[in-house]
């Protein structure tokens, strides 16, 4: 039914950026919330980002400054351009949507199937 694809991982030195991307799709009429979870190796996941589609936005404390949420409503998308990256930022980078309206009136959140982001020298 739904399906969200991300993109943008890989290998980066400190202070280096990346750009995630995710889409979403299938019969969707709208978004409500799109968002940015990561999970570092025996840390519990944590929200990055998020963004509802009237375009307002939260951060967590420690990425505040160096990333950035936008979405595209037209396309189902939501990006996260990450900037001075650090190697706490390590971890898996998973898309999040909630209250994704469906074309058969269903409403529920879905999880995409996360990318890797790391961060070293």
């Known amino acids: 039914q739904v399906q969200l694809v991300e993109s943008g991982g890989g290998l980066v030195q400190p202070g280096g950026s990346l750009r995630l991307s995710c889409a979403a799709s299938g019969s969707i009429l709208s978004i409500y919330a799109m968002g940015w979870y990561r999970q570092a190796p025996g840390k519990q996941r944590e929200l990055v980002a998020g963004i509802t589609s009237g375009g307002s936005t939260n951060y967590a404390d420690s990425v505040k400054g160096r990333f950035t949420i936008s979405r595209d409503n037209a396309k189902n998308t939501v990006y996260l351009q990450m900037n001075s990256l650090k190697p706490e930022d390590t971890a898996v980078y998973y898309c999040?949507?909630?209250?994704?309206?469906?074309?058969?009136?269903?409403?529920?959140?879905?999880w995409g199937q996360g990318t890797q982001v790391t961060v070293s020298s």
């Open positions: 999040n949507v909630e209250n994704l309206v469906l074309s058969t009136g269903e409403v529920g959140g879905y």
